[in-house]
């Protein structure tokens, strides 16, 4: 029996879980056991959790200080059952200031067990100095990003490897994926609006956002736009848009959101993983952000030379960045109307997109390279015994 304890801290760390689940069962069959943390993904999988992990999702130094007494009393629990049930190996996803805890903890007390961090903490982002702490308690980083082992190695950090970001396995995206970048736009032109995915984000960007589009599209009168949004975030949006002079068509899940990218000629973004999703989709973008008072104040921790990941994977400013102040309606209105018309800008980001999906390209799928990489230090420390 090859018994694999599990620490993940939110949904798509559970998404990412249930994937390595899949191909560790291929290698172990019926002789896999599962035991930790997980989300509804590994639960179909065959994961008991030890709590909903729902209780981790917090946002916001305010809300963590509010809740420690119960964040510790979930990882001194955490610890103890992982500790108790002397798994064959630890693999970590994601939620760093949790997951990363009991990982020391494990290593305190069972110093043989190999523990493998799927989805490592954004050093190259902020932070540098993690990276070589990480060597005492992670035997090996299992990454989404290209450059990723790079950094690890240059920062003295642990062993890693690029197994492929987790959106190179949506449907949708590799049928996008399938088809050659298109050069030029469409007449009209379809502008994609995506001010965020949290309701904070939604808050100081839409106005800002509508603005922008309202002078855009006195420039360019053709012009339609799309706006994807969660579900729940939907009358939200629908209510601040009401009075705008021009007004997006706005949708919601998945399959619409794709089908906008698909069809789409520009954005105006939301800095975030949507970015990559954009690049892959190969849709032009102008990127913009306004971090929350609390967030401001913490501002100089982040070192990184930018904060999208198109620019890191390509290592050059190939997508532009606005922050603050610099969130300038009239500014980002002639910088999108120079990506949504054929000129240089438009092509250079095209060229980048181009370089960012072969660099991410990928032969099989990330959980079946990340099952052989857990695979390999089972068997590793099994051998020295």
Known sequence: MTRIAFVVGEPSGDRIGADLIVYLKKRYGIDLELVGLGGDAMAEQGLTS???????????IGAIVMRLPQLLSRLRQTSKAILAAKPDALVIIDSPTFSHRI??????????????????????????????KMRAYIDHAICALPFEPDVYHRLDGPPATYVGHPLLTDPALQRILEHPLRPRPADPPTLLLLPGSRRGEIDRLLSDFGETYERLAARMPALNAVLPTLPRHRARVEKVIADWSFRPEVVTGETAKWAAFEKADAALAASGTVSLELA????????AYKLDPVAYRFRHLVTAWTA????????????????????????????????????PERAAQMAGFGEIRQAMSIDRPPGEAAAEIVARLIEGTNAKR
Do not use: C, Q
């Open 308 to 343: 999208a990941l198109p620019n890191f994977i390509t290592g050059h400013p190939l997508v532009p960045e606005h922050f603050h102040e610099f969130v300038r309606p009239e500014h980002l209105a002639r910088r999108l109307e120079r990506l949504l018309t054929d000129t």
């Open 280 to 287: 892959l989709a190969g849709v032009p973008m102008a990127l």
């Open 50 to 60: 030890l709590f909903e992990i729902e209780e981790l999702s917090i946002i916001g």
């Open 103 to 132: 990982a020391k903890a494990v290593r305190a007390e069972r110093p043989h067990i190999p523990i493998i961090n799927y989805i490592p903490p954004t050093v190259w982002a902020w932070r540098e100095e993690r990276a070589a």
